[in-house]
């Protein structure tokens, strides 16, 4: 029998504690709550679904296995959004590494000699999960947010589309409340522009 | 800006309007479902804990009783409570005249043979015939309501045992659900 038959009636913090208590359907419900947001965030911010896929199942691992640490006073969400913007935007700095590298030694002294220590990588023809990419984040407004800094890129995904409030982004990104207003405003701004005049 | 241009369809509005319009544009992004079966992927590499038994006194082991010993129990439990409470509240009403004819009957009709109750008493049990006989000493009361103090004193360990074996699980029924 079933001491708990509908755990979606249950608050994060209950959820988390059947958990703990060893109740695989608590983690499934868990799971079930946060995938799509979860995903979404790191989709959006690293632009590759099967990347995104990966980060995400390992952002997820790494929470419900280390679920004994997470502090109920807090929010569940804005837990398991800082884990999953922190392996995104680790992700992001590890990739510039190494696009620089790509593009050659850093300290070349000459464009020559980072041309000469460049790496060619040949362009994949594009493949049906490519396909799949240009469709998902190809409007307009997908670009414009693929352009922004990723700081701001986290920000406006977690005001605007997750409709989270100012406190639990500065929480999820540990930033000042200030910064976090500024960054959405400055995001904003420059989203504005990359669209150009908006119409109905 | 020019406002004449604001009548102007091909034209866009206001910056309050563009505020607008790009809120309703970022609103209306979906979000994306990961593939088929990752909620099973992830699930593979979870470590469900299996958390250790609830620390039981070493008094009390729960043992799986029938339910309707269980009843039975609880039934005596509640009778033992009721009649205890009852037994006290008049003790207390009475406390005096019981304990002038509880000291007369005691010296005068049966002193003998309660201390020779004590004695046996004593004899099966050093200590507690000791403690009793102590007890009567320090407190001049008579063996008699030494040995009463006694039994009263095991009415509510007997209830205590009785709550405990209405409460221990049923062996009908399953002591951890949550799985």
């Known amino acids: 029998m079933n001491a708990h038959p509908d755990l979606s009636t249950l608050t994060d913090q209950e959820i988390v504690r059947l958990a703990l208590e060893g109740r695989e359907a608590a983690y499934r419900e868990l799971l079930r709550r946060y995938q799509r947001p979860v995903f979404s965030l790191i989709y959006r911010m690293v632009r590759d679904r099967e990347l995104a896929e990966d980060l995400a199942q390992e952002c997820f691992v790494k929470a419900l296995n280390a679920l004994h640490t997470y502090r109920p006073e807090f929010k569940f969400s804005s837990w398991i959004f800082k884990i999953a913007n922190n392996a995104a935007i680790d992700h992001l700095r590890r990739r510039k590494l190494e696009t620089l590298s790509l593009e050659g030694r850093p300290d070349a002294r000459d464009p020559e000699e980072a041309q000469a220590t460049a790496i060619s990588v040949p362009h994949p023809g594009e493949s049906p999960l490519e396909e799949l990419e240009a469709q998902e984040l190809g409007s307009a407004i997908e670009r414009a947010i693929g352009q922004l800094r990723p700081e701001y890129r986290a920000c406006i995904i977690l005001r605007h589309i997750e409709g989270r409030p100012y406190e639990e982004i500065a929480e999820i990104l540990e930033l000042p409340l200030g910064t976090v207003k500024t960054y959405i405003h400055r995001a904003r701004a420059q989203l504005k522009e990359i669209l150009g005049p908006l119409r109905e | ?179």
């Open chain 2, 1 to 179: 800006m020019n406002p004449t241009t604001f009548n102007d369809p091909n034209q866009p509005g206001p910056p309050d309007e563009q505020d607008r319009l790009l809120d309703l544009r970022l609103a209306a992004l979906p979000r994306f479902d990961p593939s088929p079966g990752f909620a099973d992927r992830v699930m593979a590499r979870i470590r469900i804990p299996h958390p250790a038994p609830a620390r039981v006194p070493w008094y009390y082991r729960p043992r799986a009783v029938p339910a309707g010993i269980q009843r039975l129990a609880a039934a005596l439990a509640v009778m033992a409570a009721t009649s205890s409470s009852l037994l006290t509240l008049w003790i207390a009403s009475n406390f005096q005249s019981l304990a002038e004819s509880a000291r007369s009957y005691a010296t005068a009709l049966a002193a003998s043979a309660l201390d020779e109750l004590l004695r046996q008493f004593a004899r099966w049990s050093s200590f507690l015939g000791e403690a009793a006989a102590a007890v009567a000493s320090s407190t001049g009361w008579p063996a008699a309501a030494a040995i009463l103090a006694g039994c009263v004193a095991a009415i509510p360990l007997s209830m205590l045992g009785l709550y405990l074996l209405s409460r221990s699980p049923a062996s009908a029924g399953r002591t951890h659900a949550l799985r």
